[in-house]
């Protein structure tokens, strides 16, 4: 269920192992009921105990948990060039972000790895934290 709703990464070896675990051990009554109560709580339910998917060597996970950031970050298009002086730039690669004044590193974010921030709040919000080399 992880694997297919966040998009984990599973080994041949992992699936395999899980492939065999059901096909010995069937969802139960119990387990249906479960399902039901959590899908209450959570806003959905678990495909694999409803029955409407069943796994099987290569998989596709859907990624339905995947959620992307909503107004937390203004990400400028791939072909804008310039970065308005005010805006605070984080790194995807490494979750860090800079600020216009003070951090050395701020125009050396190369513009792929670029994530853009209106203010510290929102950067915070995604989950970066502030370079350790800004004053």
């Known amino acids: 269920y992880m694997y297919d709703r966040y998009g984990l ?4 070896q992992q699936q395999l192992l899980l492939m065999a675990w059901d096909r010995q051990h ?7 009921e ?5 899908a209450r709580v959570m806003g959905h339910h678990n495909p694999f105990i409803t029955g409407e998917r069943a796994w099987t060597q290569g998989h596709k996970p859907s990624r339905e948990g995947i959620v992307s950031p909503v107004l937390t970050s203004v990400t400028p298009p791939p072909s ?3 970065v308005p002086s005010d805006v605070i730039i984080g790194n995807r690669n490494s979750r860090v972000y800079h600020l216009p004044k003070g951090c050395p ?3 050396k974010v190369a ?3 670029q994530e853009h921030f209106a203010n510290e709040s929102s950067a915070i919000a995604a989950g970066y934290r502030m370079a350790g080399n800004c004053r």
């Open 80 to 82: 804008a060039k310039a």
């Open 9 to 12: 990464s599973m080994s041949r």
């Open 105 to 107: 590193s701020y125009t």
């Open 26 to 32: 069937p969802v139960s009554t119990w387990e249906r």
């Open 34 to 38: 479960w399902g039901s109560r959590t």
């Open 111 to 113: 513009p792929k790895n």
